[in-house]
């Protein structure tokens, strides 16, 4: 039976104006398992947005700290964690809590190469927030192969990108990677001699890309979780925030994809 | 069998008229593209009206003809 209206009611409830949507499936969002694979720019604006729409299990991994160069543009990230090297992925964590007090937010400090593989398989929805093409790989391919939704977020300066990869049917990311991308992947580890050199380009980025691409990324989460499938992006968006242009563009599965054969 | 298609670079909006067999590859149009531009060491990707083109295929494969325009669009890495 429905409970009787009282007046003033519906501001007492944080979720009051989101469940006006008619085919948001809040439940589902609250119990949902979100694993955020990366604590910058990007990791900070998509688990800020994931707390605000209702996620409550949200996992955050990164093994790095935090630096003064990411103060503008991580809403989670003060000038005392850059004083006290605080974890990015603590950080976020801290953040999270402070937003939504029922959240039960996760920070997981270490490389994402070294997260168990039943990490992935635990998780609903995987959320890529990273700044490299090798990573990206990894967590594609454990996502895809244990049948859980990828969704990639990239920026660089004022492009942007994100993409859904629904296994078991729908292209991953690697289906729409070529040369450059395994020539820059290649880039980042040269070998000199003995040793593994591991190159780390700074790249051009600013907040307002960061949160337009986080903004799709998030609620492209809550159409997943929500059983909303025919809504999703089909597979791939583009922004560039200089000529003020979005696109949505199809990424085919690629046969011949290593992902796909290995499952 | 030659084709003639032209790429145009999303980032300054400028094409380049390419010369091709059908039996160039997409990958083989990127890089050349890229180079002409001298663009960044970054990953690249190619489309044709809303679809993102398979590095490895080749323009006989992807159903690239004479004319077409595919663009040029740099894949965002950074997080």
Redesign the interface.
């Known amino acids: 039976m429905l409970e009787p209206l009282k007046v003033g009611s519906t501001d007492r409830d944080r979720y009051d104006r989101s469940r006006r949507i008619p085919w948001l499936d809040l439940d589902s969002v609250f119990r949902a398992k979100v694993l955020v694979v990366g604590a910058g720019a990007l990791g900070n604006e998509v688990a800020k947005n994931l707390a605000l729409s209702g996620f409550k299990k949200i996992a955050i991994v990164d093994m790095d700290k935090v630096v003064e160069s990411n103060l503008n543009r991580c809403i989670f990230f003060t000038n005392e964690d850059v004083h006290r090297q605080s974890n990015k992925a603590e950080a976020v964590a801290r953040g999270v809590r402070a937003l939504s007090s029922d959240s039960e937010p996760r920070a997981v400090v270490r490389r994402i190469e070294d997260v168990p593989d039943g990490e992935f398989a635990e998780h609903d929805l995987v959320m890529g927030c990273l700044d490299n093409i090798q990573s990206r790989m990894h967590v594609n391919y454990s996502a895809y192969t244990r049948g859980v939704v990828y969704i990639d977020g990239g920026i660089q300066g004022f492009l942007g990108k994100v993409m859904v990869a629904v296994p078991p049917q729908g292209a991953c990311l690697q289906c729409g990677m070529n040369r450059t991308h395994a020539r820059a992947a290649n880039l980042r580890f040269s070998c000199t001699g003995r040793d593994v050199v591991i190159h780390e380009p700074r790249l051009p980025a600013e907040i307002t890309t960061t949160s337009v691409v986080s903004a799709i990324m998030v609620r492209e989460a809550l159409k997943v979780v929500s059983k909303k499938k025919e809504m999703l992006l089909q597979n791939a968006f583009y922004y560039d925030g200089q000529r003020n242009v979005s696109e949505e563009m199809e990424v085919p599965l690629d046969p011949d994809c290593p992902v796909h054969e290995r499952r | 069998m030659a084709v003639r298609i032209k790429v145009k670079n999303?980032?300054t909006g400028a094409t380049v008229e390419m010369e091709l067999e059908v039996e160039n590859t997409?990958?083989e149009v990127?890089?050349s593209a890229?180079t002409f531009w001298s663009k960044d060491?970054?990953?690249?990707?190619l489309?044709r009206g809303?679809?993102?083109l398979?590095?490895?295929n080749t323009l006989k494969d992807a159903g690239v003809i004479a004319n077409d325009v595919l663009e040029l669009?740099?894949?965002?890495?950074?997080?």
Do not use: H, S
């Open positions: 999303a980032e997409i990958d990127i890089e890229a060491m970054g990953a690249y990707v489309r809303k679809k993102v398979r590095g490895g669009i740099p894949d965002p890495e950074g997080g």
